[in-house]
């Protein structure tokens, strides 16, 4: 199912897209089997996790987004693994933000070009992250080059 959004329904979304992106574009929803999404000029923007709307990566690297998410950064030797759908495992993280709560979502990047990787959801505390030396930390929701990644209208 496709549709455009109203104003009201866009307005739900101030808080996540900044206000002047959403004054500009033309905003879809889009509900398949694989999920909810929002668009803009065929470029996810949102998707539904837990009811709730995510920002995509698009968001991002666009810099549509108005939320802020905490960050993880990882080494060199995680990226493929991460870029594969992997989820974020403890020894491959070199700062974590020990103010991160579990249950929150995350952003992932790398360390030595601070690009985006992918957005998952904190299995642990930061805290307790910081005393884990290994494990699953991060769920991992979406990276570069998944189904939303590659998702058009």
Do not use: C
């Not at 996540?16 to 509900?31: D, G, N, R, S």
């Not at 998707?47 to 709307?53: G, L």
């Not at 991460?82 to 249950?103: C, S």
């Amino acid at each position: 199912m496709r549709k455009l959004l109203r104003k009201k329904e866009i307005r739900k979304l101030e808080g996540l897209i900044k206000e002047e992106i959403l004054k500009k574009v033309k905003l879809e929803e889009f509900k398949d089997n694989e999920g909810d999404f929002i668009f803009s000029n065929g470029i996810p923007l949102l998707f539904k996790f837990n009811n709730s709307w995510v920002l995509t990566l698009h968001s991002f690297i666009k810099e549509f987004n108005e939320v802020q998410y905490k960050k993880i950064i990882v080494d060199a030797g995680a990226i493929k693994f991460i870029v594969n759908g992997a989820d974020i495992m403890r020894p491959g993280i070199t700062k974590i933000n020990l103010e991160i709560e579990k249950g929150e979502i995350l952003i992932i990047k790398e360390e030595t070009h601070n690009k985006s990787l992918a957005l998952g959801v904190a299995l642990f505390s930061g805290q307790e992250m910081g005393s884990m030396d290994s494990g699953k930390v991060i769920k991992s929701l979406h990276y570069v080059g998944d189904f939303i990644w590659n998702k058009k209208l």
